[in-house]
């Protein structure tokens, strides 16, 4: 399953490491760090970040099986948009 219900812990949050690698999944750190910074960049009208390339993580974290598929897909596209960006 990628959706948690269990929000991690503060500490696990505040992590400095990329993707949060050191504290938590990189579904939860999509879950729990990306999507609601993205959120409040767009909520905001602040300036989106350039150049995203999420890809190679979700690659390396996710299973490329059917169960992952339609997530690595988003990602792809997600870090095309902003590769033009």
């Not at 400095?16 to 905001?44: G, H, R, T, Y």
């Not at 995203?52 to 059917?66: H, K, N, S």
Request: charged share 15%.
């Amino acid at each position: 399953m990628l959706w948690s219900s269990h929000t991690p812990s503060p500490k696990a949050l505040l992590s400095m490491v990329p993707f949060a690698f050191d504290s938590m999944p990189f579904e939860q750190w999509l879950q729990f760090i990306f999507i609601p910074k993205m959120s409040d960049l767009v909520c905001n009208q602040k300036a989106l970040p350039n150049n995203l390339q999420l890809l190679p993580m979700a690659e390396q974290c996710l299973d490329t099986g059917e169960h992952h598929r339609g997530v690595i897909e988003l990602i792809r596209q997600i870090d095309l948009v902003f590769a033009d960006y």
